[in-house]
């Protein structure tokens, strides 16, 4: 081992710190106040720190003992956000932290045995670079990939995108975005110019009209569904999902469409609010272009065909197209999976964008057509990935671009590929030809969470070797692996989110990892020593050092926040929303923006100028493709899938960590069948069934409701078994997974 990369571990574990075994766990009767702490460790400080599950982006005052390791926490009541409110796991996010099954230290499989063992750092570094290399030398650079996820922050996200495109010589790579944001980034960038979500969390009180497609905020986003519910204005709500969710029991419109007929529908919709003088001819002429075939187009999608394709009322659409066609209503278009997990999501999403801008209903207070994030970093992950777009959200193929981020980052225009990357299921069809002989998966669990589930445990043979990289060394995908890397979670670490609404904020590092488990950040930089590339990233020399090479990254682009100080900043003014460029340097397609200080809430496009060459908004559509597996004889249901419970989240990795979460969640796979479906098939509550799919099947436990329409069934996300069962369908356009619609049988188990 090089005497540099002997130091550069030295350090990381001196920077660590101490351990403590004084943590104050939270107790046990969830939300009734903070607990009793010893006087001896009573709070002598209290600092702020974003949450680090979804991408709500609460803040959370976290308060420390005299030691400066974090004892508890409490919801910000400052931070224009959450405004002192917080979701269970937010109350419990240092508590997951906890669990006695983290990763304290590198594992090695033991060729012998065939067992995961303890090694020390070096070994477990001298292993990922021989195995790395040799893969590469005996099959090409091109023969290694990654995949990550929106769950580390943007700054270890570009250092691990650096490091394998830049000093490894990698080109393949996916986030975990691809799962959870991919078509609304596309759908962006194709519209906009660039992938720019135009609101703020201050349109939810300010729309006059809430159009919720796939999309279950109660549940899924709890926090923000608060802020609706702060709307004065006495808002129609409109939720377009085939599930009665709680966001829909609350609706005042509830449009029970079929599974994948949103399209249709959705210009069905933009058809009549035509015909009914909805459309502001003074946005349209000044501010987009492509809309006369758009109009064109539309003219074979009359509201009654979206009817009998929907399978919903004509009267009832005809009510909903009036509340969109009224100018005098400030209305507002949200979605989250329903639409970006489908076969033609792009579109889907898209016709949503078209209905926004064909209205006028963009850039202004409750307006926009507004695209909700699932993890709690997919927008930083989007922007410094360098995944499919170059750090920053530039292009790899445009030669200023790369000799941009070359010039900033001090390394050889030669280093930068001038292609992108693979999506994630063309990576994996990579490793079932061959030509991807090493993984590293960081932060993320594709054994579990993958469509077609079983594809990715019987591709593990195909490959050579296979690194994770996590916080517990028990998941599916852990328990795959050659190599295990423990890393530090959210509170054990800093660096920078950026949620929903555009906004960076800053987390904090309120408590010391475990064992050997290191930061991210750390564990990129001891692999960049060990490769030999060290020396590309002498100035990637702390994750806020990392910040200010981002931060110059983004100047003149769409997202420059050049004006940002540091976390400090961030701290101090309650996270900022991108665009935010230093005073006299903003580039005329930043539109407006060059404040001297952060406004707390600020939305795109008030000025009508968009990202395109030509500075107009682009309308797309396609006509709408049969779903990709409607029910049959064989298989003659069509499961849905979506969020459990606010308590449970993704693969539970984290969430069933904490013992309140466990209570506050089904710990078994449900799966919700309608009345009339379990009397023809003589199912009782709680009975034991078995789903198959063409892919697999699974067993759940049945709950009867008619939440579910009759010839559907609904299983939560978060248990491996479901993925069993989902189809390997991808939109053609963001190659995001459908995982809301397959044809599944139903059996007595």
């Known amino acids: 081992m090089s005497s540099a990369l002997n130091t550069s571990l030295l350090r990381l574990r001196a920077h660590e710190g101490p351990m403590t075994s004084e943590l104050v766990r939270r107790p046990a009767d969830f939300g009734l106040g903070l607990p009793q702490v010893p006087a001896r460790l009573a709070p002598t400080a209290t600092t702020t720190s ?30 224009p956000v959450n405004l002192g409110m917080a979701c269970p796991k937010g109350w419990e996010s240092l508590a997951v932290l906890d669990s006695p099954d983290r990763a304290t230290t590198p594992l090695l499989r033991n060729k012998t045995t065939g067992r995961l063992e303890p090694v020390s750092w070096p070994v477990a570094l001298a292993a990922f670079v ?58 962006y ?23 919720f497609v796939g999309a279950n905020p109660c549940i899924a986003h709890p926090i923000m569904w608060q802020r609706v519910m702060r709307n004065k204005r006495n808002p129609r709500i409109i939720v ?13 419109h509830h449009l029970p469409l079929r599974p994948k007929s949103d399209l249709v529908l959705l210009y069905g919709l933009a058809s009549r609010v035509l015909e009914l003088g909805g459309a502001d001819p003074d946005f349209i002429a000044a501010h987009t272009e492509n809309f006369h075939a758009f109009r064109a187009f539309l003219a074979d999608y009359p509201l009654s065909l979206a009817a009998a394709e929907s399978g919903l009322p004509l009267a009832q659409l005809e009510e909903v197209a009036a509340l969109l066609a009224d100018r005098t209503k400030r209305v507002s278009y949200w979605w989250t999976m329903g639409v970006n997990q489908g076969h033609e999501s792009t579109r889907t999403a898209q016709a949503l964008i078209n209905l926004a801008l064909m209205t006028g209903q963009i850039g202004r207070p409750g307006t926009g057509a507004n695209s909700i994030t699932g993890q709690c970093n997919a927008m930083g992950s989007r922007l410094f990935g360098n995944v499919t777009s170059l750090l920053g959200g530039h292009d790899f193929s445009n030669p200023a671009h790369r000799e941009k981020v070359s010039r900033i980052l001090k390394i050889d225009t030669a280093r930068i590929p001038t292609e992108k990357s693979w999506a994630y299921d063309q990576i994996l069809d990579g490793i079932d030809r061959g030509d991807i002989r090493g993984l590293w998966v960081i932060a993320t669990n594709p054994a579990h969470s993958w469509a077609n589930q079983n594809r990715v445990h019987a591709l593990r043979d195909k490959l050579d070797f296979l690194v994770v990289q996590d916080l517990y060394a028990n998941t599916e995908m852990a328990q795959m692996a050659d190599l295990v890397l423990p890393a530090a979670g959210t509170g054990e670490k800093e660096g920078v989110l950026i949620n929903s609404e555009r906004r960076l904020g800053v987390i904090r590092k309120v408590r010391r990892a475990p064992g050997q488990a290191l930061a991210d950040f750390a564990i990129f930089k001891l692999i960049a020593e060990a490769w030999g590339c060290g020396d590309l990233f002498r100035a990637w020399s702390s994750p806020e050092a990392t910040f200010r090479l981002l931060r110059e990254l983004s ?8 004006g940002v100080e540091g976390y400090d900043h961030l701290q101090r003014e309650g996270g900022i929303q991108w665009p935010f460029p230093s005073p006299g340097n903003a580039e005329p397609q930043l539109g407006s923006y060059a404040p001297t200080s952060p406004s707390r809430e600020r939305r795109l496009f008030a000025d009508g100028r968009f990202f395109t060459p030509s500075r107009r908004a682009v309308f797309h559509f396609d006509a709408p493709r049969p779903a990709p597996e409607p029910p049959c004889a064989e298989y003659p249901f069509l499961l849905n899938t979506g969020r459990g419970s606010s308590a449970q989240w993704h693969t539970g990795s984290r969430t069933d960590k904490s013992a309140i979460l466990r209570k506050l969640a089904p710990r078994a796979q449900l799966i919700e069948v309608h009345p009339a479906d379990a009397a023809r098939l003589g199912l009782s509550s709680g009975q034991r069934v078995r789903i198959r799919s063409r892919r697999g099947e699974a067993a759940a436990t049945v709950a009867i409701t008619a939440t579910v329409q009759p010839g559907q069934v609904f299983m939560p996300m978060h248990h491996a078994e479901m993925n069993r069962l989902t189809a390997p369908v991808f939109d053609p356009h963001s190659r995001q997974p459908s995982y809301k619609a397959c044809a599944v049988a139903i059996s007595p188990a």
């Open 555 to 562: 100047r003149g682009q769409p997202c420059d926040f050049t």
């Open 130 to 187: 021989q195995n790395f290399k040799g893969i590469q030398s005996a099959h090409g650079a091109h023969s290694l990939a990654f995949l990550s996820t929106g769950q580390i922050p943007m700054e270890e996200m570009a250092l691990l995108g650096a490091l394998f495109k830049f000093g490894m010589d990698g080109l393949h790579c996916d986030s975990n975005t691809r799962q959870c944001m991919a078509t609304a980034h596309v759908a």
């Open 50 to 79: 974003i949450c680090g599950f979804c991408s709500t982006g609460c803040s959370l005052k976290i308060h420390l003992g005299p030691d400066g390791q974090a004892l508890n926490l409490s919801p910000d009541d400052r931070y």
């Open 240 to 252: 377009l999902d085939p599930r009665r969710t709680e966001t829909a029991q609350c609706a005042t």
């Open 189 to 211: 960038k194709q519209s906009f110019g660039f992938d720019a979500p135009p609101f703020t969390y201050a349109d939810f009180e300010e729309s006059d009209v809430l159009v």
